[in-house]
């Protein structure tokens, strides 16, 4: 009788432990099964409409399991900064030129993955209808960041108003301007300020769609356009070397260059926005 009760004990002390490692087992899938679908989700840095649209919509398109979290941000800087410091997988803010002006600043290892849109730039003016109302001496608002302020005088240089330096393209500064006939003096402001320089009456503003819109105008009212057939400012979807080649970075390659993508930039292309830069492949 003592031996059954002791093989009874025995087998009893068996189940239990075998009923605790169930649970433990349990437990650790859980566990693997929410860090699974934590990995599935692709964080995107990005800063402002239509930009932050974009990603939004790719959030709808990219295939299971990824999913997309949008990261706002209020600056030029933070977007690169998280996505060098891997606090983000990728970033949708920049065409290339200020990505590798970033890159060169900071020892950055960013890379551009897909050109997605051309933003149509220009310049504005409060009190100009044409390149030919412009006064000599008149005063010109360009971006203070290297990559936008070359593009800015290229533009200029594109309508005559200046002569760059032979041979200078993407890193122009105003100490390669040669020719100045009109004599315009250059005043360096911050992209995202560029738009209050319009409305204290500079004479003459570079800008995008996304900031100007926010007083109403569009490249319709400006006073001339960027010829850009390369798309060499489209902005792009960056990543890093590191996750460039990534799973989750291709899924999310092919969700920016979705259908719905193309159809809502598609939208914005005929209000005289932006162009794509890509062609939906099935």
């Known amino acids: 009788m003592i031996k059954k009760y002791l093989l009874l004990s025995i087998f009893s002390v068996v189940l239990l432990l075998a009923a605790c490692g169930s649970d433990e087992n349990s437990e650790e899938t859980a566990d693997e099964g929410e860090s699974s679908d934590e990995e599935t989700v692709i964080r995107v840095a990005s800063q402002t409409i239509p930009m932050t649209e974009v990603v939004e919509l790719a959030g709808e398109a990219i ?13 030029n800087i933070q977007y690169n900064e998280a996505l060098l ?36 730039v220009g310049f504005y003016s409060p009190v100009y209808d044409s390149v030919d109302d412009i006064e000599d001496g008149a005063e010109v608002a360009i971006p203070s960041d290297p990559s936008n302020e070359a593009r800015a005088l290229m533009i200029l240089e594109q309508h005559d108003l200046i002569a760059l330096e032979e041979g200078v393209t993407y890193e122009a500064t105003v100490d390669d301007v040669v020719e100045n006939p009109h004599n315009l003096t250059f005043t360096h402001v911050d992209l995202l300020n560029l738009t209050a320089s319009y409305e204290d009456g500079v004479e003459l503003v570079f800008n995008y769609p996304t900031y100007i ?27 890093r070397e590191d996750n460039e080649n990534s799973e989750e970075i291709e899924a999310l390659k092919k969700a920016f260059t979705s259908q719905e993508v193309y159809d809502f930039l598609s939208e914005l292309s005929e209000e005289g926005h932006l162009e794509p830069t890509f062609e939906v492949t099935e």
């Not at 295939?63 to 600056?75: G, T």
């Not at 400006?222 to 798309?231: I, M, R, T």
């Open 85 to 120: 410091n891997e606090e983000v997988d990728a970033s949708f803010a920049q065409h290339e030129p200020f990505m590798e002006m970033f890159n060169n600043e900071r020892d950055g290892n960013l890379v551009a993955v897909q050109p997605i849109y051309n933003a149509i």
């Open 63 to 75: 295939e299971e399991p990824y999913s997309v979290e949008l990261v706002e941000v209020s600056d």
């Open 213 to 239: 819109e926010s007083i109403g105008l569009t490249p319709e009212d400006a006073v001339f356009l960027e010829e850009d057939g390369d798309n060499t400012f489209a902005i792009q979807l960056v990543a």
